[in-house]
């Protein structure tokens, strides 16, 4: 929840300033949505990732590799 209100606090005083020097936003407010959509799901989808690769690492074999009786 603090990293959400950091965020807002921060995104809020960007535009305060981008409005005190009347700069327009970067981008059109759809396009940068779509970013932010992209962004959210991009975060998904490593977190996802990230998870798989974790879980493959601590798969244990089912069998037992034998050893040989006979010495040669």
Do not use: C, N
């Not at 009347?22 to 940068?32: D, E, H, L, N, Q």
């Not at 799901?41 to 069998?63: D, M, R, S």
């Amino acid at each position: 929840m603090k990293a959400l209100l950091i965020s807002f606090v921060v995104g809020t005083l960007v535009g305060v300033l981008y409005g005190v020097i009347r700069v327009k936003s970067p981008a059109p407010p759809i396009i940068a949505l779509v970013g932010l959509l992209g962004m959210v799901i991009g975060e998904q989808g490593g977190a996802w990732l990230l998870a798989k690769k974790i879980q493959a690492g601590k798969v244990v074999p089912t069998h037992a590799v034998s050893e040989r009786k006979d010495p040669r």
